[in-house]
Structures are given as structure tokens and as C-alpha cells.
């Protein structure tokens, strides 16, 4: 889980990066690591803001940034994860224009109220479709997994083809967008060393050793990742 800590109390932050470290040990037995960022400011949080799980925020010392619009501006940017407002001096219950997907905690920061939310946040997790980032020049975009159909590599660049028919261009290789996806994704399977498939939306079988996506992309496939495919699928491999 990928946690974001955004308070311009110094002391206040460090505290929660204890509790969160501490959190993240007892986590250790269900495999749910706890990676956390730490910012004083928003404005480099804001920057790839749907990169996280769960956001903390209090924002009450300094001048001219507004906690309750930085919430706001989150949700503005796709983010549906729980937003957490830290209540300290500020008691943002009172504030009527924070988005549905607000919790608030009080400070000092209880440990069993601390790990009520982590748990909230993770069934939160587990229900939001899984994504991966797409890093392109002056952006970077976030895609539902299940959503891509292939991908396929030309001038070290990664073009990944969706449901909805849109190509997206991302500025990596192939085998790194392949590492992106990790090891909980096996319906991933590299039909060359260039083309990367999801098989969960092939169509069928062509001639020549050649699998047809939905669309009617075809792609040859290798025939060792045939075997791999068929062997995901639960295809007889005759």
C-alpha cells in the first residue's frame, strides 16, 4: 500500500512516519507492505497524485495553502482513495465542501484509530480496479490493467492498445512496463520479445501460429509463449 503524508508540522510528521513504520511491521504477516511518502507541501504530491492508497493531510501553519483545497484538488485529479484530515488545530469536520472520501483523525494520533483506517484503505484497495502507470513526455497517465488488450514495442517506446480502441504512447521500454506489472498479472505473456499480450482478451487462434485479439490485432507468437498462453487459458496445447 502506498501511503502519502502531507503536514507542515514538522514534528507532527515525523510522529506519523513512526506510527506508519510500526504499522507497516505488524502488517508483515499479510504480505501488505506500507510504503509511505513524507511532504511538507502538496505541490509534489499533487504532481502524480493517483500513484497513491491512502492520504493524510493537515495543513494549518502555513500561509496562504488550504488543506480543505487540497482534498478538493484531489479528487479533481481522479484520486478515490481515502483522504484522511488529521484534525489538530483545524477542525475540518466543520468544513462542508470536503470530498465523500474523507476520514478524519485526531491528533495526537491514537494507534488503534491509526490502524482502523489502514484497514479501511486496504478493502478500499482491494475493491478499486488495478492500474499501472503510463509515463509519457509531459504527463503521466494512469490505466486499468484489465483494460489493455496487447502492448508492443517500437523505437524504445512501449504502444498500449485498450478496450476503448485509444493507443497510448509510454516513453519506456517494453520489458520495464512488463516489470511494472509485477508478478500478480500472469494473464501477461510476452508472444515475442516485442509484443506483450493479455490473454484475457484473446479471441482465438489463427493460421500460422498467429493469436487473434480482440479488435483482430494478430500477433505470431513464439512457440514456447504459445504453450505458456494455452497453458493459462486451460487450452489443450495439440
Request: with cysteine; hydrophobic share 40%; proline share 4%.
Amino acid at each position: 500500500m502506498h501511503i502519502a503524508v502531507c503536514d507542515d508540522n514538522l514534528a507532527d510528521r515525523h510522529q506519523m512516519e513512526r506510527l506508519l513504520g510500526r504499522e507497516s511491521d505488524k502488517q508483515e504477516d499479510t504480505s501488505e507492505m506500507l510504503v509511505v511518502d513524507s511532504f511538507g507541501n502538496p505541490e509534489k504530491m499533487l504532481a502524480h497524485p493517483k500513484a497513491y492508497d491512502l492520504v493524510f493531510i493537515d495543513i494549518c501553519q502555513t500561509e496562504g495553502m488550504d488543506a480543505v483545497g487540497v482534498a478538493n484538488e484531489l479528487l479533481e485529479k481522479g484520486v478515490h482513495c481515502p483522504i484522511v484530515m488529521c484534525v489538530s488545530s483545524i477542525d475540518y469536520r466543520q468544513s462542508a465542501s470536503l470530498p465523500e472520501n474523507t476520514l478524519f483523525l485526531d491528533k495526537p494520533i491514537k494507534v488503534a484509530e491509526l490502524h482502523d483506517i489502514i484497514e479501511q484503505a486496504k478493502v478500499v484497495k482491494d475493491e478499486m480496479p488495478d492500474q499501472i502507470e503510463l509515463r509519457k513526455v509531459m504527463e503521466t497517465v494512469y490505466v486499468n490493467v484489465g483494460d489493455i488488450i496487447y502492448a508492443h514495442e517500437k523505437s524504445d517506446k512501449t504502444h498500449v492498445m485498450l478496450v476503448s480502441g485509444e493507443e497510448l504512447t509510454s516513453h519506456e521500454p517494453l520489458w520495464l512496463f512488463k516489470r511494472s506489472l509485477g508478478k500478480k498479472h500472469p494473464e501477461f505473456i510476452f508472444a515475442t520479445p516485442m509484443v506483450l499480450i493479455n490473454a484475457d482478451h484473446i479471441q482465438g487462434w489463427g493460421r500460422l501460429g498467429t493469436v487473434i485479439m480482440e479488435g483482430g490485432k494478430k500477433f505470431h507468437v513464439v512457440r514456447q509463449s504459445k504453450e505458456e498462453i494455452k497453458k493459462y487459458t486451460g487450452e489443450s496445447n495439440t
